[in-house]
């Protein structure tokens, strides 16, 4: 019954979160709510008993990514509303694009409740033994490839971030 | 406790992911800001792992929680680039504002 209640706790904290990402003016602001949806998501992990995931989640995105976001909008002197406005157009465009996109994809959602699952529920998939075994079994060369990944955007970042390229 | 994919629907997180992903496409069309327009597609990235991880836990299967940790690998090598980029623009135009970056606009 708890599980219920969070579960709409969570759900409830991370839309009005992330609404408050998208609207509020200043981007500071932004980011600390963008932290607090992370938070929130985090939560959700850990009620799927994804506690791994959910570790990682908070390190990687809320760790990591979110001071990078924090330090590029010091660095520019961002934090403060300066944002020019869109017409009342534009705005309404996007509000009714958007809107006609969540109708859709919730339409689309129609025959969800007849998906059944074919395995026997194991609490257990999200823990580090049986996420290691499948990642270094059957996922070895996408693993491989991601680090060159990593390793070409830190060589792209050094270089777009230098003075001048010769 | 139980796992909560036990006593909550799979269409509820369907949903939710849903209304989290079009929360992050209305922040991409909204707002003018490029850093802004950078967190909303971490939410739309973010919103797409949590239905990951859903489907991964309802169908007792690791795989979609392993591609979870590609999802975030690729997500900081975009930041990483992305930001870069924004801080060449900034140091090129002196703002932040996508709509200054016209060039390519046919």
Redesign the interface.
């Known amino acids: 019954m708890i599980t219920t209640y969070l579960f709409y706790l969570l759900s409830f904290l991370a839309i009005m979160f992330g609404s408050m990402v998208v609207l509020s003016k200043n981007p500071v602001h932004s980011v600390l709510y963008l932290v607090l949806t992370f938070f929130t998501i985090a939560g959700h992990y850990v009620l799927l008993n994804a506690q791994f995931l959910a570790a990682v989640h908070v390190i990687v995105y809320a760790g990591a990514i979110m001071v990078l976001f924090l330090f590029v909008i010091m660095l520019l002197n961002l934090n403060k509303e300066t944002e020019p406005h869109k017409s009342i157009w534009l705005k309404a465009s996007a509000a009714v694009a958007s809107g006609s996109l969540l109708v859709v994809l919730v339409g689309s959602l129609k025959g969800a409740s007849t998906i059944q699952s074919t395995n026997a529920f194991n609490p257990n998939i999200g823990l580090i033994e049986n996420l290691g075994t499948t990642l270094f079994r059957d996922f070895l060369l996408p693993f491989e490839v991601s680090s060159i990944l990593l390793l070409a955007a830190m060589v792209g970042a050094v270089m777009l971030g230098k003075k001048s390229i010769k | 406790?139980?796992?909560?994919?036990?006593?909550?629907?799979?269409?509820?997180y369907?949903?939710?992911s849903?209304?989290?992903?079009?929360?992050?496409?209305?922040?991409v069309?909204?707002?003018?800001?490029a850093?802004?327009i950078?967190?909303?597609i971490?939410?739309m990235l973010?919103a797409v792992?949590?239905l990951l991880?859903?489907f991964?836990?309802?169908?007792?299967?690791?795989?979609g929680?392993?591609f979870?940790?590609?999802i975030?690998?690729?997500?900081?090598?975009?930041?990483?680039?992305g930001?870069?980029?924004?801080?060449?623009v900034?140091r090129n135009t002196k703002s932040?504002?996508i709509?200054t970056l016209n060039k390519l606009k046919w």
Not at chain 2, 1 to 12: D, F, G, K, R
Not at chain 2, 72 to 80: L, Q, Y
Not at chain 2, 83 to 88: E, G, R
């Open positions: 406790m139980n796992s909560a994919i036990q006593v909550i629907p799979l269409e509820w369907l949903l939710l849903t209304v989290l992903f079009t929360i992050g496409v209305l922040g069309l909204f707002r003018r800001n850093i802004i950078f967190m909303s971490e939410l973010n792992n949590l991880v859903a991964s836990s309802f169908l007792s299967d690791s795989k929680q392993v979870v940790f590609f975030m690998a690729v997500a900081a090598a975009e930041v990483a680039v930001l870069a980029i924004l801080m060449m900034y932040s504002d709509n």
